[in-house]
């Protein structure tokens, strides 16, 4: 700015000395051009008039460069001042300042610019009006959809668990909290925190293979264009319950979808909704309702056949009197048994849902190619698709059958010594026959029936289930069967195929436009966790905030944590709802003055959970975020010490509000938890309690990344550099 | 010269019926109670077909089935399965595994008798 006033007033000078100094140029040229003109003796009369011609001329020169330099300067004004004053208060106007007209002044032409740079900039004012407008009307409506859901969430019988790509969870509603406590196997410290949570990852509970199946099973619904996508699977947890899991695809807008860089028309996945049922009870009445209906009706089958058979004797005319007894005998034995079966049954009969095991359809071709995958990710085994026939879709439930041929073909080669497969897949009416083969080595009834009934074993991995109740599952039948001539040998599952076909990509298209829009939320975006962790953003980080009580100051001399209390930041928000707080038995006394402190008296921890148990607790709530605590160096100290006993190690980064806060306010004398909180402005309730500590840290932590950020320390690894450098830095415990 | 028929269940009051009917139809008959005494009976003298339940403790039906079936000389012994499970899945099993014919309990005594008849030369 100032150096455009300054050229502003020079240009100004210039253009005012510049008429006068071209006149004298021409002045002197032109007496130069007349005097070569001249003879002798006119010089020399020249010469002789000289002063009074030379006075004459200079006379004439100011006069005329004075009003030049008039003329010049009016003309500066209306064409340069004019325009730069105009330019400043456009720049005003675009800075959003004011709203007033521009004032017009100078020549015509500046006019008309300063009304239309008016008009332009009131058209650009009435625009941003509209947008914000929007931009409001947006937010309410979004804000109303939130409600909605939060409302619909609340009241569902079910668990609704959504996660981004990253299995990270963007949202759960309270069945599911209450649900993941029952289901964690762990002890119920500090009322089952930690096991759901905000930005925790979902594959803590569940097994990621079976998400990624699911999802697998989704994206190649997806990309044949069948509109719905979903998947399930059911799955034991540690806690010994059954589980089955819906898995439905949230899409990405087919807007987004075309900005992500895809011609494809096909929708992206941009996150997934888990719905959780526990089958455990329904399963436990299906298992006996088919005990129920199978002694009805296999186990009949025997009895009537004896009953029908001895009838068929009977009617024989020439029958002699002793068989005829001893066939109504048969008959009388057989129709009193029928009777006690029944009366049985019918006592034993008991009501229940009727519940299925996750049968899904699927091609054919796909599930062998994904047979093949998971066979050939075994060492030294190769497995090969053979003869498949690409018409047939079978119904069935693709992660145990998998599991199951993925069994057998180690066992084939732990015990047999196999190192190649063939896989074929063929119609046999309203079944499909799915062959492992192999060739050479043979194997007796007595090896298949122990295969057929050993739990599934797969590379570590081990299920309840066996290869029997894989094909029971199925209504299917699973035998060994030989061709001598090709010295090939097979398994073979006899599997039900799909009754009808998958909705055809045509009907696709309007599908989702019905879907109603729940996930307008700003949660999809996929998270950068896969970015080094020092290079994140302090504000998009997961931290666990936390304090400990203690029995004193020095954990080298016997002191001990008695009590842990922490809370937990996502993406830069508080989460009051999802506290951690615990008290420990610290198996020694706890002396007087520390209770003084925090208020804790040996009554309160007696009979608690010792510190092994409860770090184990509190590892898994910190989970895959950073630790934040005041001080910070004295607490970790304590859970340091006690990594070598519980085996339980913090290996995640450390962030001490004490340092930060010394690193944002140098001058100040205090970075106590209370003078800093106090400077800024954060209200301190029920202090000393660990819980409300680790509260109070968070806050400050909060405004200190704020802070933090205009000094310029933006990362994580920005702000532990920093902190490395402040005079606390070097205090020990 | 008789056909010889071996007749194998768990359970004597269908044994009773089965051998007092095939011995009827002229056929020389033996009964075994369970799959081990049927194996021993085969291997001691084949038998031109054999009625074989499936479910018996012990050696299963198809046990027995797929032991004679390994047999080369046990080739042309006609095997038809007696079975309450009546299920396409088992039946299909059955057959894979080399029974030639599949009878689902309860059955009538002259659908079998037929059954039986169509599965032997009509020589005798």
Known sequence: MTRTRVSIRLRRIFAMLAPGFVLALFGVLLSALAWLGLSQPQRAAVAASAESLIAMAIMGWLIASAALALAAQRLFHDHVDVLAQLEEQTRIRVAGQTRQALAGAGGLEARALAVAISDLAAARDHLLDDIDHQVRQASLGIERERQRLAALMAELNQSVVVCNLDGRILLYNNRARLQYQALSGSPALADGAGAIGLGRSIYAVFDTKLVEHALDTIKRRLARGAGNASAQFVTTTRGGQLLRVQVAAVLDSADAAAQAGGEDAHPHLGGFVLLLDNLTRDFEQQSLRDQLLHAMTEGSRSALANLQAAVEMLEYPDLEPAMRERFLAVVREESRAMSERVQTLAQGAASGLKTRWPMEDMLGADLIAAIARRIDNTEGMLARVDAVDPAIWLHVDSFSLMQSLAYLAARLQQEFDVHRVDLRLSGAGEHAHLDLVWHGTVMSTETVMAWELDPIRVGGESTPLTVRDVVERHAGAFWFERERARHEAFFRFLLPLASGREVPAAAAATHHDSRPAFYDFDLFQTSDMARDLQDRRLDSLSYTVFDTETTGLDPSQGDEIIQIGATRIVNGKLLHQEGFEQLVDPQRPVPAASTRIHGITPDMVRGKPDIHEVLAAFHAFAHDTVLVAHNAAFDMRFLQLKEAQSGVAFEQPVLDTLLLSDLVHPQQESHGLEAIAQRLGVAVVGRHTALADAVVTAEVFLKLVALLADKGIVTLGQAREASQRSRFARVRY | ?124
């Open chain 2, 1 to 124: 010269m008789a056909h010889k028929i071996l007749i194998v269940d768990d359970e004597p009051n269908i044994l009773l019926s089965l051998e007092y009917l095939m011995q009827r139809e002229g056929f020389e008959v033996r009964v075994a109670r369970d799959g081990l005494q049927a194996i021993e009976a085969i291997e001691q003298d084949a038998p031109d077909l054999i009625l074989l339940d499936v479910m018996m403790p012990g050696k299963t039906g198809l046990e027995v089935c797929q032991h004679v079936r390994a047999i080369d000389r046990l080739q042309s012994v006609q095997i038809i399965m007696l079975t309450a499970k009546g299920r396409e899945t088992d039946v299909a099993k059955g057959l894979a595994l080399g029974a030639n014919a599949y009878v689902t309990k309860p059955f009538s005594t002259r659908d079998l008798v037929a059954q039986v008849r169509s599965l032997l030369p009509s020589a005798a």
